[in-house]
Nanobody, 121 residues
Framework: QVQVVESGGGLVQPGGSLRLSCAAS????????MGWHRQAPGKQRELVAR???????NYADSVKGRFTISRDNAKNTVYLQMNSLKPEDTAVYYC???????????????WGQGTQVTVSS
């Protein structure tokens, strides 16, 4: 079994910063890409940032220059540093790990439980 646990959300004023973390644990053979998505009320879930196994990154246009995704392979953890936060960044943020649980098995996507980020004065 694989467990994915997020942490780091909360309430922050516009212009502030937050750092989200997401750790995968359990029976993991190999980690591949990791990512962060978000879903605001009444909107579809959207990709915020993604990082591959060789640390190549891509970002949604709306967060470029403000958010930074990184990973610690030794800890099976992905981070999202969010700076210069805006009210429109308010959403539930979900992390995603793409991984294999055994060498002969398929890749699977494992999701965190979601963490609320609210940007408001």
């Amino acid at each position: 079994q694989v467990q994915v646990v997020e942490s780091g959300g909360g309430l922050v004023q516009p212009g502030g910063s937050l750092r989200l973390s997401c750790a995968a644990s359990g029976s993991i053979f190999r980690m591949y890409a990791m990512g962060w998505h978000r879903q605001a009320p009444g909107k579809q879930r959207e990709l915020v940032a993604r990082i591959t196994s060789n640390s190549s990154t891509n970002y949604a246009d709306s967060v470029k220059g403000r958010f930074t995704i990184s990973r610690d392979n030794a800890k099976n953890t992905v981070y999202l540093q969010m700076n210069s936060l805006k009210p429109e960044d308010t959403a539930v943020y979900y992390c995603n790990h793409r991984l294999q649980v055994d060498p002969m098995g398929p890749l699977g996507d494992y999701w965190g439980q979601g963490t609320q980020v609210t940007v408001s004065s």
